[in-house]
Each structure stands twice: as structure tokens, then as C-alpha cells.
């Protein structure tokens, strides 16, 4: 509901005062967090500054204007209640990492010190000698006066206050110490004791001064080979990807040509999947049969049009109801005086007229056992009998039924070749590229022999850098094949078990465990670290 709420004017009266001069004391209401109307009082000045009433009525417009702002909705405003509208409002728009950073701040600082506080009650020098006294380093205490800024500049914008007292507030930047830059020297020593992937990221860091989100949000992408060139296009905060922090950083790096000709060291290799033993396509299919979800959809579908054709059928059937019935009356109460009905021929009869007989009255108890010893009982049997006959509708619907009945029954049956022809397609896609990789690691191994040789020859000076070269492209082709042959060998892997239907069975996911959100066992996640077996094992 809408409340509508009258410029408060107050009252300014002269006090009289016996051993100080007198003063022009204003009255008015506040209305408490609570919703209270409570009587203020305000003392404007002495009658020596403000000699004339309406001297002191000048003084106090400013005022006057004041606390009709502050409770334009009612009530005062704490700055929790700013900070919950801010956040609901406004701290959306913001970066992901500027989010969390503005909720650990008003959670850890802000909302102990200020949040009961109404927003009229925060004064610029108490907020000022409060960040004086915060263990921060200056750069913090500078952040935490602009979010209260920033906090303060929300409630002007939404009318829910007039004042930012945060103008006020001053607060150094700076440092507690000056920052030390390492030495060429230093940095080789620091990269001889990292691993990777720390030691590149460190090595990046270091020559072209990137943050932290934007180095592991780097990709092969980014770099442009031809002019030697990064563009930082992404950060990654608390595992999200999004944009980079300010504009500049978007733009393009140069970057060294001996860091672009390091060496690339991949801290994850591809395993290749354990070979088993050989299960007959018969049992491999029958297998499939019982794990694929859209074969048992497609069976409980089946079951469902199987019993609606059922409840169809019945009804083109004669339909015979047998009924029954049996009820027990009781009547009591006093008779009236007036009309008596008694066991005579003439059944009614008026009372004062011949032949009267008086009839005891009935009780409670009495009415009762009537009710269950059969003194007016109501009972009766029957049957009812349908036939239907020429029930147009009833049959064609019951036609219509029949044919979804069997188209059901054709598509569960598509469903099953489709999974068998799937089933044969995945198995022999996997021993395909298993005999691949074979063959692929054979030619590595043979191309890596014949550049070893061609290497001593050329030392033993009966060869030619040409020729060395040659050899080299072979051997990084072999490698290239390989790797290619490994990728389409978990391809296949991770096929063949989408065809079985075992997927989440592999790595070891229920829908038990996601229903309820308690893991029971630790997930098999390719690419990820796991206690025990490989993804895609058989």
C-alpha cells in the first residue's frame, strides 16, 4: 500500500532560560527503524544570534529540508538496508571478480561498523578516523572508501537518500613499502625452482607483466606468430571465464621472440585405454540393451499405449454392474402435543378425537439400537446391464489406438537396430584406430631411428643438413600421426561407450548422488586427477 507522507513543518518556540540566555528551540518528529513516531527537540541558537524569529526560522530551512528527505518512505534507513539494495540492483552489472571483492568487503568491514547505523547517523570524520584504525595497507582503506562512496552514490541515484557524507572522507594511497623488482638473474634462479605449470606461467608474468586471471586465460589463439604479437582477450577469476579488467589490457603485446620459441613441455598426456578382451558383438549388444535410457523410454512408452489401448478395448465391451444396498432408520423424541401419529387404521389422527392412544417417548439410547437391530431397515439388491452397439466413436478411437500401438511397436524395434548397428559401428571404429596407433607408434619409432642415424652421419660428415632436415619433418610428421591416432582412439573409446550406454557408469556418476547432492564415490572425470582407473575403461 502507497503511503502518502505530509511536509513536516515542526515548531520553533523561544525557551526561556534563568541563568543563560535564551534559546530558539525547534520541535518535530522522527519515526524510528521500528516504525515509532517519536517527539525531538533541536536548540537552533541563542536569541543573541538569531535575534528575530524570523532569523531563526532562515537558520532553520536547511534542516527542516533535511529530515523530510531522510523519511520520505516512512521510516529511516539503516545502511544495511542500502547495502541489500545495492547488492540486489546494482552489483550484478559488475565483473565477477569485482563482486566478490565488493561482498568480502562489505561482509568484513562495512556491514560490523555501519550496517545498524541510520544512513544520517554516518559522519565523514568517524568513517574517516575508523579507516585510520583498520590494520590495512592504504591501497585497502582506499578501496573500502570507495565502495562506502560507491554504496552512498546508489542511494542518491534511487532517491533513497540526499547526502553522500563520503565526499568528505580522505584517505592516502600509497604503499607501505616500495615494491621490489627483480633482476634478470633473479627471475632465471626463481624459474629453475618452479614446475610447470607455474614455471611458464611465472615466465610470462614476467615478461609482459600480465595478472594472474589473464595468464590462465591465455590461449594458443591469442598469439599471433606472424607479428609476434598477444592479445589478452580473457580472465579467468575462481574458475569463470570473463572479460579483462580495464580496456587497456586489451591490447596487443609484443612479445619476445625467445619466448615465443620456447619450448612447450604439456603437463597432461593422453593415455591410451587398456585393451581387453574380446566380448562377442551377441553379448555386447544384449548389454547395450539393458543400459541405453532411450530404449527403456522407448519400452516403458510401449507399456503405457499397451495399457491406454486396453481401457479402449473394454470399452466397445458390454459392461454388467451388480448393486446393493442396505440402511438402518431410527425415530425418536418427544411426540407433539398437537399432532400424534399412532399404529391405527386411520394412521394420523387429531389429538382430542377418538381413538387416542398415547405412545412413550423415544430416547437417544433407544434411537440408537434401532439403528442397529433392524427395526426400519431400507435395503435391496439390483443389477444394471450395457450393451453398446454400433458405437461409431468408440470404435474408431479404438482404431486409432491400434495404430499408435504399432507404430509404438516399430519404432521400439528401430530403436534396437539403431543401438545394434551403433554398437558394430563404435566396435570396429575402436579396433580400427587401436591397430592405427599401432602402426602409428611403429612409423614414430622408425622415423625417430632414421634421424638418429641421419644426425651421426651428418657428425661423421657423410651426410648433408639437408638431408637432416628432411628426416626431422619426417620423424615430426610420425609424431603429428600419432598424436592424431590417440585423439581418435579415445574419440572412439568415449563413442563406443555412448553406444553401450555406460557412460556415467564409467566415470562413475549416479543420479542418486546428483539428486540428492551427497557423493558417495569420486567421479572418474577425464583429464582430471582420480584415485584409481582410467576414463573410458571396458
Known sequence: MDTRHRYQYGSLTRRERIRMEDVWEYRYYETTPQGQRCRRTKIIGTLGQ??????????????????????????????????????????????????????????????PRWGR?????????????????????????????????????????WEITDINPIDLVRQRAGRRSIPRVLSVREIRLVLKELTEPYRTM????????????????????????????LLVRRSVVHGRVGE??????????????????AEVIPTSTMEIPHEEPVTPTEDLVSNAFGHRPDLAEARINLTNTAISNKAIRNALLPSLDLFAYYSGNGVGGTQNPDYVCIIEPSFCEVVGQPPYTAVSTVGYSDTLNQLINSTAPDKGVGFQLTIPIRNRAAQAQNATAQLNERQQEV????????????VRQALITLVQDRAAITAAEEARVLAQQSY????????????TAFTVIQKEQLLIAAQGTEIRDRINLIEAELNFNQAMGRTLDVHRITIADARTGNIQRLSNIPGAHDAGGLAGHR
Open 50 to 111: 538569531y535575534p528575530t524569529r524570523g532569523d531563526a526560522l532562515r537558520r532553520l530551512d536547511r534542516f527542516r529540508l533535511r529530515i523530510n528527505l531522510q523519511h520520505r518512505f516512512g521510516r529511516p534507513v539503516t545502511l544495511d538496508a542500502l547495502v541489500d539494495h545495492y547488492v540486489e540492483n546494482e552489483l550484478s552489472r559488475l565483473r565477477y571478480g569485482t563482486q566478490q571483492g565488493h561482498l568480502s568487503s562489505l561482509k568484513r568491514w562495512i556491514r
Open 117 to 157: 547505523c541510520l544512513l544520517d547517523q554516518v559522519k565523514p570524520m568517524e568513517v574517516e578516523q575508523w579507516l585510520r584504525s583498520l590494520p590495512l595497507a592504504p591501497k585497502s582503506k582506499v578501496n573500502l572508501r570507495s565502495l562506502l562512496h560507491l554504496v552512498f552514490q546508489h542511494g542518491r541515484r
Open 202 to 229: 611465472v615466465l610470462v608474468a614476467a615478461c609482459l607483466g600480465l595478472r594472474a586471471s589473464e595468464i590462465v586465460g591465455l590461449q594458443w589463439g591469442d598469439l599471433n606468430e606472424e607479428d609476434l604479437t
Open 244 to 261: 579483462t579488467k580495464t580496456e587497456a589490457s586489451r591490447f596487443p603485446l609484443p612479445v619476445d621472440p625467445r619466448l615465443a620459441d
Open 411 to 422: 519404432q521400439y524395434r528401430q530403436t534396437q537396430a539403431t543401438i545394434v548397428l551403433n
Open 452 to 463: 638418429d642415424d641421419e644426425v651421426k652421419k651428418l657428425q661423421l660428415g657423410t651426410s
